[in-house]
């Protein structure tokens, strides 16, 4: 590959530099806890200038962010193999993929993977990682629901939303959810949520991505409101930090151990799983 990939500053697209970042320095910190074989590859071959998220590394908060990264993509692919091993040719469907490659750590041999994500973030896909046989990239905006028609869907279908969903309103999940069950019936979703109190800490980072009315941005207070969401779905929840596995790694201190409680009790963060 010639040139560095170039992703836009400033656009809702950008937000994949964090959890990228993160799952890298997870990997290097944290290697018994989280292995990424392709974040550190795919940030060196990104124009892009991390020396600000490198000279904060090894800070304390910063490392807990990398596990936030890291067990968010262990809560998905927990649910994804668990769907795979009633459904083995399940569609495995990233929406807002970035530059994760999720639907690959959880290739069975027998999956079909698709990527979803905006125009330029697709393109960028393209150069850094060419799809695989039974993988396809499909460029386009999640709530525009004709990308739907692209999944093949008939051997079940498990989607899944990393990071995604803070920057939707709750109306454009909720239509979302019920396209979904529509269109594929017994298939999963799981996306990640936050309270009222996580959504206001994460204002700045709305705002820096041109979205001033950060109030209107999906965030579950009450898991019991799912409920009503999408008549004949399951709705289950688990917390996000330590609601599947320990955080087993000589390196994860007490000092994070307790921000993953306070995280999980208090910031409301989650993984909602809606059986469809
Ligand atoms: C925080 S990043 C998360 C990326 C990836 N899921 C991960 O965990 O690394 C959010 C992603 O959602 C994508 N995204 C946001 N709104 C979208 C929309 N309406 N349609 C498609 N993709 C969208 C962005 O382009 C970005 O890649």
């Not at 071959?45 to 490392?63: E, P």
């Not at 027998?110 to 697709?122: A, F, S």
């Not at 909720?174 to 309270?195: I, T």
Request: glycine content about 8%; charged content about 25%; aromatic content about 10%.
């Amino acid at each position: 590959m010639a040139d560095k990939i170039t992703i836009e500053k400033g656009s809702v697209q950008e937000t994949l530099i964090i959890p990228l970042y993160g799952r890298k320095l997870c990997a290097e910190v944290f290697p018994k806890l989280y292995t990424d074989e392709s974040a550190a590859r795919i940030c060196a071959q990104l124009d892009y200038d991390f020396s600000d998220l490198d000279s904060q590394a090894g800070s304390t908060f910063w490392r807990f962010g990398a596990l936030e990264a890291a067990m968010r993509q262990l809560d998905m692919q927990w649910e994804i193999n668990d769907y795979l091993s009633t459904h083995p040719n399940a569609a495995v469907v990233n929406m807002g993929c970035g530059l994760d490659q999720t639907g690959r750590a959880c290739d069975n041999g027998t999956c079909l993977i698709y990527n979803v994500d905006m125009p330029d973030i697709i393109a960028a896909r393209k150069e850094l990682s060419p799809v695989g046989d039974r993988e396809r990239n499909i460029a386009s905006d999640l709530n525009d629901s004709l990308w739907m028609e692209e999944v093949d869907g008939s051997g079940g279908a498990v989607f899944f939303a990393a990071g995604v969903f803070h920057y939707f309103t709750e109306a454009q999940v909720r239509v979302l959810v019920n396209e979904l069950a529509a269109r594929f019936p017994g298939s999963r979703l799981v996306f990640d949520s936050v309270g009222k109190l996580g959504r206001y800490l994460m204002r700045s980072t709305f705002k820096n991505f041109g979205m001033e009315n950060y109030d209107e941005c999906l965030c579950v207070e009450d898991p019991a409101e799912l409920n009503a969401w999408c008549p004949g779905a399951t709705v289950s929840t688990r917390g996000y930090m330590l609601g599947y596995y320990p955080m087993d790694d000589p390196a994860v201190t007490g000092f994070h151990r307790f921000l993953a409680k306070i995280c999980d009790s208090v910031v409301k963060m989650r993984i909602v799983r809606f059986d469809l």
